[in-house]
């Protein structure tokens, strides 16, 4: 039975995706500080009998390597991976500290590069795999009070590109989605009045749910001649 390994998938796209994969097959999923989310989760999939909660922490390459160990022990080696941990950050440029913008980085960037490093020689080796960055559209267009965040899906983007031309001929694809603004827990640092105005911007006018990012990362994982590529999800907000 296939194995996909899911990191951030204790809430919001991460937990969709987990959501949609598990009548599918294995899944492994990570989660850090939401153990009680995790868990919950975890229990909800049961009856599918290959839905388990890792924890580990994408900033810290010991607390990977341990994980990537584990889920090799209980599952095999996963045939794709989707990197959905992510954190935001809305400050002004000038007020975020050196210690802020590594921190986003740490996550956004380094750890999508941390954790795809840990399973990519399993997919070289078998000829197969696939891996799948939830990236955003402010890493295309970029956002105001956002720059860090913004900066880190911009390289998490670049990294898919440069990454999928590397390991094309081994039979390996790389994407990434951008989801525009999504119903998720990152949006709760907005007020009402500023949600109104994104939802005014969107040709839509609504938030995006987590399940339909989660179909764009089904569809990125199912074709297997697409690689290289950003699929902007946001409801013809970049148009």
């Excluded at 390597?65 to 209980?74: G, L």
């Excluded at 080696?77 to 050196?98: R, W």
Aim: with cysteine.
């Amino acid at each position: 039975m296939a194995t996909v390994f899911v990191t951030g998938g204790s809430r919001g796209i991460g937990a969709a995706v987990v959501r949609a994969l598990a009548p599918r097959g294995n899944v492994a999923f990570t989660y850090n500080a939401s153990e009680d989310a995790a868990l919950a989760l975890e229990g909800e999939l049961a009856a599918y009998g290959g839905v388990k909660a890792f924890r580990c922490d994408v900033r810290d390459a010991r607390s990977v390597a341990e994980t990537a160990a584990a889920v090799r022990a209980r599952f095999g080696a996963p045939e794709a991976v989707v990197n959905c941990a992510g954190v935001s950050l809305k400050k002004l440029f000038q007020d975020t500290s050196e210690e802020d913008w590594r921190e986003v980085f740490a996550v956004n960037c380094d750890g999508a590069y941390r954790v795809s490093r840990a399973f990519l020689p399993d997919m070289l080796t078998r000829k197969h795999g696939a891996i799948v960055n939830v990236s955003s559209v402010w890493g295309e267009s970029g956002a105001s009070l956002e720059v860090a965040y913004s900066a880190s899906k911009a390289a998490l983007e670049g990294m898919t590109r440069a990454l999928a031309k590397e390991v094309a001929l081994s039979g390996v694809r790389v994407n990434a989605v951008a989801p525009g603004a999504v119903d998720t827990d990152m949006m709760k640092s907005y007020s009402a009045e500023e949600i109104a105005l994104v939802e005014g911007d969107i040709p839509f006018g609504r938030l995006a749910s987590p399940d339909e990012i989660a179909a764009a990362v089904l569809f990125l994982l199912d074709n297997g001649y697409i690689t290289g590529q950003t699929l902007t999800v946001d409801g013809g907000f970049t148009l």
